[in-house]
Structure formats: C-alpha cells, structure tokens
Nanobody, 116 residues
C-alpha cells in the first residue's frame, strides 16, 4: 500500500514563498513519476509540475520560472518550491504518484492561500 503525506501549505502574501513536501511510503519505484496538481474552487484539478521517467520535468505555463519541483529518491520525497506567489495560485495542492498498473496514488491535499 502506498501512502503520500503532504506538508508545507499555508497562508502567504503575494510575492512570498512556500515549500511543499510530499513523503511517499510503501512500494515505491524510482521510475514512478511524481508530481503536484492543484485544484481551486469550481475548477478542475490541473497539473502544476511533474518529474517523469528519466527525470524529465514538466511545468504548467502559469508557474514556469516561479516554481521548482525536485525529488529526493533516498527519502522518497518530492518537493515543490514556490516563489513569487500570486493570488491565482490559491488552491488545494495534491501530491501524485503515477501508478502504471492501476489508479494513481494521491495525497490528502494541502491548502495554499495567497493574499493580495
């Protein structure tokens, strides 16, 4: 059984920074892509950033240059460093672990609120 535990969300003023962490436990493989999604009220969940097979990284256009995703394979942890936060970044952020043989795994979500 895989578990994802997120931490690091909170309230920050526009222009500020936050770092999210997601610790994975269970049957984890280095090749499992991991990433971060977010969902604001009334919207669909969207990809923010992901580390894919071979370490290839993807970012949503809206966060390029402001957010950085990284992964510590020894700790089975993925991070999302968020800088220059904007009110439109306000959402619940979810950690994702891709599962090639079944449904993806998701964390419980952590709230990020950016005040103007």
């Amino acid at each position: 059984q895989v578990q994802l535990v997120e931490s690091g969300g909170g309230l920050v003023q526009a222009g500020g920074s936050l770092r999210l962490s997601c610790a994975a436990s269970g049957n984890i493989f280095r090749s499992n892509p991991m990433g971060w999604y977010r969902q604001a009220p009334g919207t669909q969940r969207e990809l923010v950033a992901a580390i894919n097979v071979g370490g290839r990284i993807n970012y949503a256009d809206s966060v390029k240059g402001r957010f950085t995703i990284s992964r510590d394979y020894a700790k089975n942890t993925v991070y999302l460093q968020m800088t220059d936060l904007k009110p439109e970044d306000t959402a619940v952020y979810y950690c994702n672990l891709n599962n090639p043989v079944g449904p993806d795994y998701w964390g419980q979500g952590t709230q990020v609120t950016v005040s103007s």
